[in-house]
């Protein structure tokens, strides 16, 4: 028997049994747990119908003297987005608002942090009162954040790094999957509107309660600094999608590194600011692939950049340009083929 959660999961269940039944096993069952993980339940079929004897992971799973069809397996890449996939989208949102951007974050949030203020949540807050205190029928709403998230634009090659990333993955084995993720500050209601939004397979950031017209009212999720992380457990758990919004206990549920569907080593993360920084050593530690980016016109950073190379903070450093050919396009590829081919030499080498 066969019971699966989703499509994707279901053909894999299918296949998996119908090889299995190829290599002469008496039966199975295959079934797609909650966290995210295939499963083979190994048993017998007698006249009592179907008697399971254990489950194993479907990703780790050998039938006795053959192999069997395993799951498709998964690359992460996961980004964050201001100053890293585009240019600061709150500051070009506020600056289109007619708000001071310079002044907003030196006389406006800079006061709150000095105060012991989170630096996110005293950015939304002040976004929040700048709206109240807007003229009379123009606070700051959801049509508008969105309407300015469709008019961001990507640095070079952002656009078309997704596919490219794909086709170098299933250029070394087919029934490898790379998937998009974005965990940022910023704020989702633009973010989700860019032209690459739908390129993620889920997005983290910052968002509002809205009152009945759509005006901002009160921070409604906050992704700070270590909040980051939090989502990097949730994709390598497989907690992702819709059926886990509303869920924020989940990832705190205990599962074994043989069952975690995405491994941290098939995991790149790509980022350039300090709130980065909890992910990239966390990614480093569990040896997948920390990337730094810096945009090449904004010189100011340039100091911050190097310094994450300095602390060994990131694996590769490079300038936000996703062109192909460029740098950081080269580190993504170098990163996916690699993981690609570890994937490739696990499914070739005994996990028992």
Sequence with gaps: MTWCRNGSSRRIAHA????IEANGATSSSVFYSGLGESRILWGQRGSRGFSPVRPIPLRFARRRGADIVQEKETIAVVFDFDDTLAPDSTSSFLDSCGIDVKSFWADDVQPLLDAGWDPVPAYLYMMVQKSNASIPGMPITRE???AWGKQISPYPGATTIFNRLRRTASSIDSRINVEFYLISSGIGEILRATRIGQQFNDIWACDFLYDEAGGIVFPKNVVSFTDKTRYLFQISKGLVGPAYKGKPFDVNRKVSSADLRIPFDQ?????????????FSLVRKERGVAIGVYDRADHDRWGRAWGFVAEDRVSNLAAADYSSKSALA?????AVERMSNQIVLRRMTYQG
Excluded: F, K, N
Excluded at 16 to 19: P, S, T
Excluded at 267 to 279: E, K, L, M, N, W
Excluded at 330 to 334: A, P
């Design 16 to 19: 998996a049994v119908a090889q």
């Design 144 to 146: 508008g954040l969105v």
């Design 267 to 279: 995991i790149v993360y790509v980022g350039d600011g300090y709130t980065d920084i909890p992910c």
């Design 330 to 334: 080269d580190s993504l590829t170098m």
